[in-house]
């Protein structure tokens, strides 16, 4: 019978989710009033509602390109599947950006491994089954429907153990995102950039449209009471020490290390959790091995 303050995302707040993951939450164009979540568990009654601070966190970071290049691992490591990302060879990347051409990822048949970054986006038609898993208000939030559950789980045997899990952000449409990446492109072009600076700029800032895990409905941003926003000292709290020894056991991995951004070309997110299922969680995290290490991806 709990209930968590959460924050919001009405919030007028650019997510800083991470040099290259950062997307918006919401429209710059909202209100940036102050609003209020309550965040449900499964068992569901209100006990606490907590009042965001309008709280303004702009992350302007320089995007690390990615390496193309692309080796062929060895068989004879311990990496075991599977599903190797492949561009799909009958879809293109459905938008047309100068500069932007990500593969479009090809859908394993375990869904939840799916490999979602700069290099590898969404189908544009991807849709998954969503399921509230925290009431909030004016926007529930929501992940994949099995992701959602085993969020809620995972929520629950932390608060628990002393350790309250504050969702910030889970699924992001890709037409949403859309609309972000289109409006931050308007801005620089407004600002006297031609379309193709104007393009590359906002990529600096946001994930194109389709290229973002939170579209996928597998990934959460958790933060903790008292947080207002992302932040890398999230990794010093009791809910980043719970989720670093529990999270796999229902399903969830960090998946920006510290010491992998050069697998993931992302900077470290102690406060963005992908969901892959427990299994494939569990060997990743015995592994020491991040989500490209997992599926073999140079
Ligand atoms: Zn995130």
Redesign the pocket.
């Known amino acids: 019978m709990k209930k968590i303050g959460a924050l919001v995302l009405l919030m007028l707040v650019f997510?800083s989710?991470?040099a290259a993951?950062i997307?918006p939450e919401t429209t710059p164009a909202a209100t940036a009033s102050p609003a209020t979540a309550m965040a449900t568990t499964s068992t569901g009654t209100a006990a606490t509602t907590t009042t965001a601070t309008t709280t303004t966190a702009i992350t302007t970071t320089t995007r690390t390109t990615a390496s193309t290049t692309s080796t062929t691992t060895s068989t004879t490591n311990t990496t075991t599947t599977t599903q190797r990302p492949s561009s799909n060879p009958s879809g293109a990347y459905a938008y047309d950006y100068p500069g932007i051409a990500p593969a479009v990822a090809a859908v394993p048949g375990d869904p939840y491994l799916i490999y979602v970054s700069r290099d590898y986006a969404l189908p544009a038609n991807y849709s998954p089954a969503l399921e509230v898993c925290v009431e909030s208000y004016p926007e529930k939030i929501q992940m994949e429907a099995a992701a959602a559950k085993q969020y809620k789980a995972m929520y629950d045997a932390a608060l628990a153990a002393g350790a309250e899990l504050v969702p910030y952000?889970g699924y992001r449409s890709i037409a949403r995102q859309k609309s972000n990446f289109d409006r931050l492109i308007q801005t620089n072009v407004d600002r006297g950039h031609s379309y193709a600076e104007a393009v590359n700029l906002a990529a600096q800032e946001i994930l194109p449209p389709g290229c973002?895990?939170?579209s996928a409905g597998l990934?959460?941003?958790i933060t903790r009471p008292g947080y207002w926003d992302?932040r890398e000292d999230f990794e010093t709290t009791k809910e980043f020490a719970w989720l670093t020894a529990h999270a796999q056991e229902y399903g969830f991995i960090l998946r920006y290390p510290k010491d992998k951004f050069a697998r993931t070309q992302i900077t470290y997110?102690p406060?963005?959790w992908r969901y892959v299922g427990v299994g494939p969680a569990k060997v990743m995290k015995a592994r020491g091995q991040c989500l490209e290490e997992y599926l073999g991806i140079a």
């Open positions: 997510s989710c991470g993951e997307e952000s973002s895990e939170h990934a959460m941003d992302t997110e406060w963005h």
